[in-house]
């Protein structure tokens, strides 16, 4: 069974900082490309930032500057670093990957930023 697993979400004021993870089992995803999604409350699911196999990466406009994604080949692990933290930074956080044109999604991990 494939399954990403999000973690490190939590409750932070504004300024401060999370790393999410995401672990991936059942599948190898390093030939894949990975990405975060968030999606606020009364807000459509936005693309955050996506790193291909070869390591070529993409961020949002608005989180350029602030969030740094990288991955783990060798732990099938996504990482995605959040700094200087801003109260619209506030959603849940889903690690994604397509495959085929299939869909993989994480059960999502919820991040506040307080002002």
């Known amino acids: 069974q494939v399954q990403l697993v999000e973690s490190g979400g939590g409750l932070v004021q504004a300024g401060g900082s999370l790393r999410l993870s995401c672990i991936a089992s059942?599948?190898?995803?390093?030939?894949?490309?990975m990405a975060w999604h968030r999606q606020a409350p009364g807000k459509q699911r936005e693309l955050v930032a996506q790193?291909?196999?070869?390591?070529?990466?993409d961020y949002l406009d608005a989180v350029k500057g602030r969030f740094t994604i990288t991955r783990d080949y060798a732990k099938n692990t996504l990482y995605l670093q959040m700094d200087s933290l801003k109260p619209e930074d506030t959603a849940v956080y889903y690690c994604?990957?397509?495959?085929?044109?299939?869909?993989?999604w994480g059960q999502g991990t919820q991040v506040t930023v307080s002002s």
């Open positions: 059942g599948r190898d995803f390093s030939t894949n490309t």
């Open positions: 790193i291909t196999s070869g390591g070529y990466i």
């Open positions: 994604n990957s397509d495959v085929a044109g299939y869909h993989y």
